[in-house]
């Protein structure tokens, strides 16, 4: 069974910097697309980013471009979320995801994290 342990959220002020980090328990991580995906009270889940199999390719939604980055380590099975310069806006339970589709939906990601919350304080 795929287990993925999200970890790094926090309380930060407005401005400042957080980094995510997601552990997986799977065989052949490399073989699977991951994604960070957010959730804030009385919304929708959304999505942040996403990173290909390879680390070839990544995508990121237009309210975090140029301020987060997700990377990959396909030894340790590890993906990182680096947020900068954070928002009020972006408070919200953050949830590390993997699946085989290259994709922006919840549908498109298999197995999923317990969630860690950030909360950004303006």
């Known amino acids: 069974q795929v287990q993925l342990l999200e970890s790094g959220g926090g309380l930060v002020q407005a401005g400042g910097s957080l980094r995510l980090s997601c552990s997986a328990s799977?065989?052949?991580?490399?073989?699977?697309?991951m994604g960070w995906f957010r959730q804030a009270p009385g919304k929708e889940r959304e999505f942040v980013a996403a990173?290909?199999?390879?680390?070839?390719?990544?995508m990121y939604a237009d309210s975090v471009k140029g301020r987060f980055t997700i990377s990959r380590d396909n030894l340790k099975s590890t993906v990182s979320l680096q947020m900068n310069s954070l928002k009020s806006e972006d408070t919200a339970v953050y949830y590390c995801?993997?699946?085989?589709?290259?994709?922006?939906?919840?549908?498109?990601?298999?197995?999923w994290g317990q969630g860690t919350q950030v909360t950004v304080a303006s």
């Open positions: 990173i290909a199999w390879r680390d070839v390719s990544v």
């Open positions: 995801a993997g699946g085989v589709k290259y994709g922006t939906r919840t549908i498109d990601y298999n197995f």
């Open positions: 799977v065989r052949n991580f490399n073989d699977y697309v």
